[in-house]
């Protein structure tokens, strides 16, 4: 069984340029949840997205952005980069909305110079 | 604010013995506890999970308490195997936000031969 897949898994961009993020979740997961995580420090909570819908946001600028599509699998969009934008980006996918049992992709590892 | 807290960065165990990682929390609205193991440059895995109305789950070597009282919680690992070493990472979920978990800093374990 495939378990959750991001998309690229390496990206380095320019400050001030847009960046775009892919999340396939577990097959039958309705769940997408997004997840930053810097050097040093535990994964900050960015999205999560259930049955397309936002349920929660975390502390993060408008710049960060989501959505989730009718297969559930899930964009995270960042515009105007910044150089603290550089981070290791989780998405986490579950059954339900209530994270009982969150599985995590490999990570997107996001360089902005 | 940092809500879940690991104080330990670091935990060096000889391979057999017990590895007992710390974990404590400020937020008495977390009813759901996970812990997640992380190695360089992949996801964090799931490991082992507790609800709030239990003070202990064992699941093969794994076992973690939960001391609500005292606001901790505590994974333990036995015997610990060299395969063990990584980073690990304590989570929770709350009561009225299930939509995201709050996340430690990390302990990383290294197990020596």
């Known amino acids: 069984d495939a378990g959750v897949t991001q998309s690229p898994t390496h990206l380095i961009k320019t400050r001030g340029q847009h960046v775009t993020l892919r999340c396939s979740p577990i097959s039958g997961h309705k769940s997408v949840s997004w997840y930053q995580q810097v050097l040093g420090q535990g994964p900050q909570f960015i999205f999560q997205?259930?049955?397309?819908?936002?349920?929660g946001r975390g502390n993060f600028p408008d710049r960060f952005s989501a959505r989730q599509f009718p297969n559930y699998s899930s964009e995270l969009n960042v515009n105007a980069l910044l150089l603290g934008d550089s981070a290791l980006y989780l998405c986490?996918?579950?059954?339900?909305?209530?994270?009982?049992?969150?599985?995590f992709g490999q990570g997107t590892r996001l360089t902005v110079v | 604010d940092q809500q879940v807290k690991q104080n330990s960065p670091s935990l060096s165990v000889q391979e057999g013995r017990i590895s007992i990682l710390n974990c404590d929390y400020t937020n008495s609205m977390f009813d759901y506890f996970l812990w997640y193991k992380k190695y360089p440059a992949e996801g964090p895995t799931f490991l082992i999970s507790i609800s709030s109305i239990k003070d202990k789950n064992e699941d093969g070597r794994f076992t973690v308490f939960l001391n609500k009282s005292a606001k901790h919680l505590s994974l333990h690992i036995v015997p610990s195997q060299p395969g063990d070493s990584a980073v690990y990472f304590c989570?929770?979920?709350?009561?009225?936000?299930?939509?995201?978990?709050?996340f430690g800093a990390g302990t990383t374990v290294t197990v020596r031969a």
């Open positions: 997205y259930y049955e397309k819908e936002e349920r």
């Open positions: 986490a996918s579950s059954l339900g909305g209530g994270n009982t049992e969150a599985f």
């Open positions: 989570a929770a979920r709350g009561r009225s936000n299930d939509y995201k978990l709050s």
